[in-house]
């Protein structure tokens, strides 16, 4: 029992620094990619109290103020807020290990989680890293070599051909060993240039045909790839937990197939589509890779999974995951206390057959992301008001940040892990509409629209997924929820109840119990009549009558409604004296217009302000810093030609030219910071 | 308010009356055809009814619906093509419904030279709309000049008219609203137009602190017509439709040679960011007029009328937990002050004065359980809050009205001092930073300060302080009254000093935190920001009942 020892941690932003038998214990959290926002410490310390070791968090200088700090018992600052000076800076983060008396390190989900140099200062000094050997994590590292090991353990890998084909004859022969589909495409080229999908011997000697010649004269290499092509792929990962004593188990499957630009949204555990021979096989192929290289503590195993269920092995994550929580929902285990205790040297508690699957998890990924501009573009600010729906049961949320957090363009921009649990999947995805509904955030843009879409979309319920989910489903990019006549009532109706409420409150006489309003919502303008009674009002409106009661709190951010009998939270965004009331209906913020009959009629006069031309300003999307610059006053550019590039939260956004024109004014310099609408650059 | 009630009800039959016309004209008034054909007929007839074919009772009417029509349809049309509505549209929808109670309806122009004494050029209640009603149940007068007659310009009965509702509101103690759409003087009336606006700005002078007085400037309002709303306590205007100006574009060419456009020199825009004129501009006229709506349930009715209360949904003791980390911890680094004022009012909810004009000082009304106050915080994030002239006289009249009309002041500061520098001293900083000075000091209102970061040198004893006879004053832990910032301060006093670093170390150690302040009683307290509106609901309370008076002066002489 390591209780009694005075045990002291040091947490750069997840990463316990944990010592053995004697006196002193240390955490270092080491900062992850999510940090500020997303703060995986919080849940490393937390199961460092539970287990009795002291925690010592490390931030840089803008997080001073972050959740992991001020839950660990002692913090040091390392640095600045880029980075490369604080979370990645080795030297500071050694300093404070030295400092603080760390024995331990818990890197957590990015950053130097998976650096092999850092584990391996941390070893010369004597200081256990939690985590896999250094082996491991530069075997697992080596994208080949993860293949190549993962080949040697009889992991099934893509099967493919890199080499010189002769022949069409030649390519058919080996797409048919391969078996179809099969993707052909130069060696040389890069990222899905020049690729091919072939589904049949026909397809494939065109595609030998096409490919060589541009192998040849695009890059004057003739190798050619051909490759098993993973139809409809879906990324199903399984979890392992290995100790130092050649001992490993599979904790079963996480589905994370709804991504957006490779990064994951929705996840659940387990997945609906994996039978459970499928899902020994792939648990057993797993623990089969990480026996062959030794591995100790807790990975991820990760595989593309084609319609047919064949599955193939993609990579190895040698760290704790952020998705790692809904593992812990269905099997029970805490794998942040099992980590430990393997980094420790005690051998796993739990047998294969003692792994269950217990119910269902289902991870929603909030981001500080507006959705309606590719799936997701960085937003910042101050969480003016924030409010986690903890309040019901069976809804876990991991998160760094508290009312007040400032986001900002230096970090990743998580806000949380939103986890709901079920006895059943249905139980899950109807908890996490609840969820999702009741979580206030404020201040910045969110993507809990986006979220709310995905989980009640037919083809997700159905399990009907893939990698490819967000674009088949919203070709034309997300555009929020689509409102059904009935939808739009209820909406409606609850900016009317809403309004009157509001009015009512400031009348000083008169007492009023039927009115005539008329509300604008998109193009729509909709005349309604209300009527109240008692607490409920009647509103009649487009053809239907809708029924609202509640409590009408004017203060609230939730706005708990009962609408033609059924439960339905809604929630204010603001609401102003000219008639303008944002509601978040449905995850999607609904602006809608309410006005008394006189109002809309005497506003049909009023002229349509015209709106700027956006078409010869260039205004940045979003906050960050312009990288570059690729033009000067003068200069003339075409339709599409990149203006300047904008970093925001690690991404470089390229903006372009929206016509062609001449050059009037460039606003910004390289290294500047921008707001979102910031002016950029003019045209003419 | 018991007062407000007591006249609703005794003056319940004569709404009644008026109700009934009202009602059968209100087709008339949005229906364009209805109208067009009304007027073709009741044209003749006006000029019919003198010759005495009609009973007195036809000619009420007629006069009536006359009256209803202003200049005629045509004009109307006019006037909707501009994007603007007509004077009785904008009263109808600023007033509660059917709660309007005209008078002078059958006013007309005197005027008998250039053809005016023509039947055709006598329009009854000639250029503009007045009378009371009422705005969510509490009284007010209004005023609402017709462009469509005379383009709304200010004859002597029009003045007559204006002088007679502002009388009365002064007598009973109600606000007046005026909406300015008026094209100047009525040129054929030569000095009794004139005097129609001196008298008009004798009263606004006399009403000033006796009732709110708000201006909307909803067309033109040129030469002395600007005036008046300059003379009252607020003035607002429309984006793209209203000007204010004492000479127009030409003139301005004639005698400057400047080229200038309407908008540029008077629009809105100018008005609200460059000159200081106006305190707020909304984008069309059924905007500013609910905006209006909801301005005015901000305000007490009279000088004799406590700051109003409205039913509050927001826990006076809530607990402001994002207020714990918005200060950073850089000295030098801004935060947003409207930040910590959403956060602490009545939710959310805060109608800023002047939002786009001295932008280093915020100013504007907000409700602390539910009651109304008015809030004056120095702005980091613009010119690192400190004063200027521009702020000082925001500041010090925003600060006057509250104090003439019973509403507590609350202020938050962080102010590095006066801004320096040839621009502002030449331009009389001295004299206009006294304003703010003087402001402060002779309020009498409820003084609550919270000092939030910096209060430095001068400036922090203009921002409401404990010497200014500041109630409650509180300071974050994050506070630093000081007479400068460490850098300065160590330079002066450690002059030639080898070791400035430790100099200054020391002076931070010393001064840069609200010890100083708070031994001294200068600061009551030293809270914890997330507490912040809970002491001060709970304050406010207390101070519902402060009794302070000036000594007596025929009046203050406030350094202009």
């Not at chain 1, 080491?30 to 109290?49: A, F, L």
């Not at chain 1, 839950?71 to 979370?87: F, I, L, N, Q, R």
């Not at chain 1, 203060?555 to 009331?581: F, Y």
Request: with cysteine.
């Amino acid at each position: 029992m390591l209780t009694e020892s005075r045990l002291l941690d040091l947490l750069l932003h997840h990463s316990i620094v944990y010592a053995a038998f004697q006196s002193r214990c240390c955490t270092l959290h080491c900062k992850t990619q999510y940090s500020t926002i997303y703060n995986p410490d919080e849940k490393v310390i937390k199961t460092c109290q539970k287990m009795g070791i002291k925690s010592v968090a490390v931030h840089s200088d803008v997080d001073a103020s972050a959740v992991h700090v001020k839950m660990a018992d002692e913090a040091v600052c390392v640095g600045p807020a880029p980075t490369s000076k604080s979370y990645l800076n080795m030297d500071a983060i050694m300093d404070a290990i030295r400092s603080t008396g760390a024995q331990a390190v818990h890197p957590g989900y990015g950053f130097l989680s998976e650096n092999k140099e850092f584990a391996k200062r941390l070893a010369a000094e004597g200081v256990t890293f939690i985590g896999p050997d250094t082996h491991a994590i530069m075997a697992m590292g080596d994208k080949i070599e993860s293949k190549l090991i993962a080949k040697a353990a009889k992991v099934n890998t893509i099967p493919g051909f890199d080499g010189v084909v002769e022949t069409a004859d030649d390519a058919v022969k080996i797409a048919q060993q391969i078996g179809y589909p099969v993707m052909i495409k130069a060696s040389a080229g890069g990222g899905g240039k020049g690729m091919r999908i072939a589904w049949n011997d026909e397809e494939t000697r065109e595609g030998f045909r096409f490919s060589s010649q541009e192998a040849a004269s695009s890059f004057g290499d003739d190798r050619l790839l051909i490759e098993k092509y993973i139809d409809n792929p879906r990324h199903i990962e399984i979890q392992v937990l290995a100790d130092k004593h050649g001992n490993a188990l599979w904790l079963n499957e996480r589905e994370c197939s709804i991504q957006r630009r490779n990064q994951k949204v929705v996840e659940e555990a387990p997945s609906t589509f994996l039978d459970s021979v499928t899902r020994r096989a792939m648990g057993e192929q797993a623990v089969q890779l990480a026996k062959a290289v030794q591995y100790s503590s807790a990975g991820t195993v990760e595989f593309l999974v084609d319609s047919k269920k064949n599955f193939y092995f993609l990579e190895m994550n040698t760290r704790l995951q952020v998705e790692h929580p809904i593992t812990e929902c269905i099997t029970g285990l805490d794998l942040v206390e099992q980590m430990i205790r393997v980094a420790k040297g005690y051998k796993l508690l739990h047998k294969q057959e003692d792994i269950p699957i217990n119910g269902w998890a289902i991870e929603s990924r909030v981001y500080a992301e507006d959705p309606y501009k590719s799936f997701g573009l960085p937003s910042i600010g101050r969480l003016s008001q924030y409010q986690e729906p903890l309040n019901l049961s069976n809804v876990r949320v991991d998160s760094g940040i508290q009312e007040g957090s400032d986001i900002s363009i230096y970090y990743d921009p998580m806000i949380s892990k939103l986890v709901t649990y079920g006895a059943t999947r249905a139980e899950a995805l109807s908890k996490m509409e609840d969820a999702l509904d009741n979580y206030v955030i404020r201040g910045v843009t969110h993507n809990i629209p986006l979220l709310r879409e995905i989980i009640t979309h037919p083809r997700f319920i159905s399990g009907d997924i893939s990698t490819n989910f967000l674009p088949e489903v919203y070709p034309d990019g997300f555009k929020g929820h689509q409102l059904e006549v009935g939808n739009r009532r209820e909406l409606l109706a609850s900016a009317a109840a809403l309004y009157i409420t509001a009015q009512l409150r400031s009348q000083k006489v008169l007492e009023c119990t039927h009115w005539e309003l008329c509300a604008e919502l998109g193009e729509g303008l909709y005349s309604m009549e209300v009527t109240k009674s008692g607490n409920v009002y009647i509103v009649e409106v487009d053809g239907g009558k809708v029924e609202v009661s509640g409590q009408w709190n004017l203060a609230s951010t939730l706005l708990p409604l009962t609408i033609n009998g059924t439960d339905r939270m809604l929630q204010c965004l603001s609401r102003d004296a000219s008639g303008q009331i944002v509601l978040q209906y449905l995850g999607t913020s609904f602006k809608v217009r309410v006005l008394s009959k006189l109002a809309a009629e005497l506003n049909s006069y009023m002229p349509e302000k015209v709106a700027e031309d956006t078409s010869s300003i260039l205004r940045s999307p979003m906050p960050g810093s312009v990288v570059a610059v690729s033009v000067k006053p003068g200069d003339t550019v075409a339709e599409g030609q990149e203006i300047c590039v904008i970093e925001a939260m690690k991404m470089q956004n390229s903006l372009t030219a929206a016509k062609q024109a001449k050059v009037k004014k460039v606003h910004c310099k390289p290294g500047e910071t921008v707001g979102e609408g910031d002016l950029l650059v003019e045209l003419e | 308010m018991m007062a407000a009630f007591s006249v609703a009800r005794s003056s319940c039959g004569l709404i009644n009356g008026l109700r009934v016309s009202f009602r059968s004209l209100a087709p008339v008034k949005h229906g364009a055809v209805a109208a067009a054909a009304l007027q073709t007929s009741l044209l003749p007839d006006c000029r019919r009814y003198s010759v005495g074919h009609l009973s007195v009772k036809e000619r009420i009417d007629m006069k009536r619906k006359a009256a209803l029509v202003g200049g005629g349809q045509k004009r109307i049309d006019a006037q909707h093509k501009r994007g603007k509505l007509t004077a009785r549209e904008r009263v109808e929808l600023l007033l509660d419904p059917e709660s309007f109670v005209e008078s002078d309806m059958f006013v007309e122009h005197r005027c008998s030279d250039f053809g005016m004494e023509q039947d055709r050029n006598k329009f009854p209640g000639d250029s503009v709309v007045t009378g009371r009603g009422r705005i969510n149940g509490r009284l007010v007068y209004v005023f609402s000049q017709d462009f469509t007659v005379f383009g709304g310009s200010l004859s002597g009965a029009h003045a007559q008219k204006i002088c007679k509702i502002m009388d009365q509101a002064m007598t009973v103690g109600a606000p007046v609203i005026g909406l300015n759409d008026s094209g100047g003087a009525r040129i054929q009336e030569g000095v009794e137009s004139l005097a129609g606006y001196a008298d008009i700005f004798l009263r606004n002078v006399l009403a000033s602190g006796v009732v709110p007085q708000i201006s909307l400037i909803m067309g033109p309002c040129a030469g002395g017509a600007v005036y008046s709303p300059a003379l009252t306590d607020f003035t607002f205007m429309v984006k793209d439709t209203s000007y204010l100006f004492i000479t127009g574009p030409d003139v301005v060419k004639s005698v400057t040679n400047e080229d200038v456009t309407q908008e540029e020199l008077g629009g809105a825009k100018t008005h609200t960011t460059v000159s200081g004129v106006a305190h707020h501009a909304f984008e069309n006229d059924v905007d500013a007029l609910l905006n209006m709506r909801e301005f005015f349930n901000f305000l007490p009715l009279s000088n004799q009328d406590p700051s109003p209360i409205r039913a509050c949904h927001d826990p006076s003791d809530r607990l402001v937990t994002s207020l714990d980390t918005i200060v950073p911890f850089e000295t030098t680094k801004a935060y947003d002050m409207l930040d910590i004022i959403h956060a602490i009012v009545d939710e959310r909810d805060f109608f800023e004065i002047m939002p786009s004009y001295a932008k280093n000082i915020v100013v504007g009304f907000a409700r602390m359980n539910g009651r109304t106050v008015g809030i004056v915080g120095n702005q980091p994030k613009v010119a690192s809050g400190c004063l200027d002239i521009n702020s000082s006289v925001k500041g010090a009249r925003f600060v006057r009205f509250c104090d003439a009309f019973n509403i507590p002041i609350i202020t938050f500061v962080d102010v590095p001092g006066f801004l320096p520098g040839t621009a502002q001293e030449y331009g009389g900083i001295i004299r206009h930073g006294a304003k703010l000075l003087y402001a402060f000091a002779e309020a009498t209102v409820p003084k609550i300060t919270i000092i939030t970061r910096k209060a430095y040198g001068g400036a922090y004893d203009v921002m409401s302080s404990k010497h200014l006879r500041g109630d409650v004053n509180y300071a974050w832990p994050s506070a630093e009254v000081a007479v400068m910032g460490a850098k300065g301060a160590v330079q002066i006093i450690f002059r030639g000093k080898e070791n400035q670093a430790e100099a200054e170390a020391e002076y931070v150690e010393k001064f840069a935190n609200p010890f100083p302040a708070a031994v001294r009683g200068f600061v009551d307290d030293i809270i914890e920001p997330a507490t912040t509106r809970k002491k001060i609901c709970r304050d406010l309370e207390v101070l519902a009942s402060k009794k302070q008076v000036n000594p007596w002066k025929k009046h203050a002489n406030i350094p202009l």
